[in-house]
């Protein structure tokens, strides 16, 4: 999977991360190597399939995917119980997971600080990912977006986890965890970790005004009367 983040420059990042060659990690996140051992490459699609077949030039929007990303989690109290079995499955799945908490569960804590942690960490490492639970997802959704460089998207079925990544190119994962069953919302999350960005024209264009928007805080032009 390619994952792009289209002008996002660098997003306002606080204390708590901390320069290193893999950009910024937050502090105190724990990571959990994939199992796939060795550099991540680039394949094409039928690279799910069809074993390894590629390599194809890194980025092209519809056919690169990476064999092993990094994933960065984060939750509240709702959704700790479901970050925990994404945390195992997405390692399972060949990708690094860096968790950004909470550490243990405790009644009533609060998402932002977790959440949005997680959704700067992708935003601030080129060709990650972020997942955030919760226990609706919306939150944690509207707390991702709020980030420079985000595109979050809700899942609640397989079709809107693949669509968020085929249609536009999201790059943070929200998942309500009192709205499905484990198992669901990890088949959800291994979807959209798979699935690469269509790159048709018309899904870019559409990506390119909101990115535009986050640049220079002018709306997109209506378009030309017919």
């Known amino acids: 999977m390619s994952l792009s983040v289209l002008n996002q420059g660098k997003p306002d990042l606080p204390e708590w991360y901390a320069e ?11 990571v959990h190597p994939g199992r796939a051992e060795g550099r991540a490459e680039v ?13 194809v030039v890194a980025g092209q929007p519809g056919r690169a995917r990476l064999s092993r ?10 959704g700790f119980e479901l970050k925990s079995a994404l945390a195992e499955a997405v390692a399972a799945a060949g990708h690094d997971v860096v968790d950004c908490g909470p550490p ?14 997680a959704a700067a960490g992708a935003a601030a490492t080129p060709g990650s990912a972020a997942i955030v639970v919760g ?12 980030i420079n460089g985000i595109r979050a998207a809700l899942a609640w079925n397989e079709d809107t986890a693949r669509l968020a990544r085929q249609h536009n190119d999201a790059n943070v994962l929200s998942l309500g965890a009192r709205m499905h069953p484990v198992p669901e919302a990890v088949r959800f999350a291994l979807l959209f970790l798979e699935t690469p960005f269509s790159g048709e024209p018309r ?7 909101i990115s535009n928007y986050e640049k220079s805080g002018t709306l997109p032009p209506l378009p030309a009367a017919e």
């Open 20 to 30: 290193s060659a893999d950009y910024r990690l937050a502090a105190g996140a724990r």
């Open 43 to 55: 394949f094409g699609p039928q690279h799910r399939r069809a074993g390894l077949e590629g390599p």
């Open 69 to 78: 990303v990094r994933v960065y989690l984060g939750s509240d109290h709702a």
């Open 104 to 117: 243990a569960y405790r009644p009533g804590d609060d998402y932002p600080p977790y959440v949005m942690r």
């Open 135 to 146: 226990g609706s997802g919306n939150g944690e959704q509207i707390a991702a977006n709020k």
């Open 203 to 209: 899904h870019q264009r559409r990506i390119d005004m």
